[in-house]
């Protein structure tokens, strides 16, 4: 399914955890990308679900241009989901992350209507702000005005 370069080219971006226990142990993993064992559908998604979190991305985005990687890319199983993001922490603090001055009007007003923050559409960008400030304790946007 793989070969000799593409198997290389993953070994070096499995996560660093994964890659020192592989090693220490030489599990299946480290077997699959080191040897000339071949490498069936299964073993293909055990190799990708090992990758590192950012590497994982560029594989299911496409946004890498070296041949090995394109390689890669096509060999992708359909049944592989690339990134979990219900097992990262890192999908909650994104989604619950407040809303800031760099971000635009219109994602500002998504993410309070996301909240359920009732809000007024001719308000200013600095007050829909200031209502991510108030912890949504009171959702009246004129009550907190001075």
Known sequence: MINKDEKDFLWKKIELRKKKNAIET?????????????????????????????FKQKLKNGTMKSTTFISIQDKLPEEWFGVKFSVLKAKEK??????????????????????????DEKMKKSDLLKLFENKNILTFHGFNMK
């Open 26 to 54: 030489e599990n299946d993993l480290y077997q699959l990308l080191n040897t000339d064992i071949q490498v069936s559908k299964d073993d293909f998604i055990k190799i990708l679900n090992s990758l590192e979190y950012s």
């Open 94 to 119: 994104r989604d619950n992350k407040k809303p800031t001055i760099n971000n635009t009007k219109d994602q500002i007003k998504q993410k309070l209507k996301d909240k359920n923050i009732d809000f």
